[in-house]
């Protein structure tokens, strides 16, 4: 897998995540691990700064359900909407974790 095309399946996988859900940048990299050889979740961090205002970029979240202090209040405000579980000011990882194949 090329470097565009890796951009390109990690877009389309957060694409799919359904609303209310999440995944680490982390568990992207591990979803696309086998297609693609790479398993770097600071790679899935630096696709989603760099093309991820296209997605719902939202639902890309750090390990312990945070987001960068500058995304943290529009990315809440987003959770909100869309029924994300929540604790306190991070996404409910234990709650709101999503896997490929899962159902919603």
Do not use: C, F, K
């Not at 859900?21 to 050889?37: F, I, K, N, P, Q």
């Not at 390990?63 to 409910?92: F, H, I, K, N, Y």
């Amino acid at each position: 897998m090329t470097p565009d095309e890796y951009v390109e399946a990690v877009l389309e996988l957060v694409d799919r995540i359904p609303s209310g859900r999440v995944m680490s940048y982390g568990a992207v990299a591990d979803a696309l691990t086998e297609r693609s050889g790479r398993a770097s979740a600071r790679l899935v961090g630096s696709i989603m700064a760099r093309h991820g205002g296209a997605v719902r970029w939202h639902r890309v979240v750090n390990a312990s359900g945070a987001m960068p202090p500058r995304l943290a209040a529009e990315a809440r405000a987003r959770w909100l909407a869309e029924g994300t579980p929540l604790r306190q000011d991070r996404v409910d990882m234990r709650a709101a974790s999503w896997w490929p194949g899962e159902g919603v």
